[in-house]
């Protein structure tokens, strides 16, 4: 089973930016695997909710709408790694981020299918 370990939080103002990191164990694009990675992220009191995709084979992303244009996610096969660029953030994306993968038919913005989580890195915006 992957094991995904993910880093790069932190505390940083309304405006800022941060690039979190996903480091799987395994990741490999040459056998059938998880085809999907993903962020996710859980603010308190409410529920996890997807926040980006990719698939691994195609580079195909999508994105929730809240961080449409704001977020990138991105791939480096090399290094087993995905990442979450994150400009302009605003207060209301101060939530612990949790990486995730799953084998996923159709789009990687099937939220529910992801199935391997890892510990998350928590990201504060401050007003």
């Known amino acids: 089973q992957v094991q995904l370990v993910e880093s790069g939080g932190g505390s940083v103002q309304a405006g800022g930016s941060l690039r979190l990191s996903c480091a799987a164990s395994?990741?490999?694009?040459?056998?059938?695997?998880?085809?999907?990675m993903g962020w996710f992220r859980q603010a308190p009191g409410k529920e996890r909710e997807g926040v980006a995709g990719?698939?691994?084979?195609?580079?195909?992303?999508v994105y929730a709408i809240p961080v449409k244009g704001r977020f990138t996610i991105s791939q480096d096969n090399a290094k087993n790694t995905v990442y979450l660029e994150m400009n302009s953030l605003k207060p209301e994306d101060t939530a612990m981020y949790y990486c995730?993968?799953?084998?996923?038919?159709?789009?990687?913005?099937?939220?529910?299918?992801?199935?391997?989580w890892g510990q998350g890195t928590q990201v504060t915006v401050s007003s």
């Open positions: 990719i698939n691994i084979y195609s580079g195909r992303t």
């Open positions: 995730a993968t799953g084998d996923i038919v159709g789009s990687c913005g099937l939220w529910s299918e992801y199935v391997s």
């Open positions: 395994k990741f490999s694009t040459s056998k059938v695997s998880s085809n999907c």
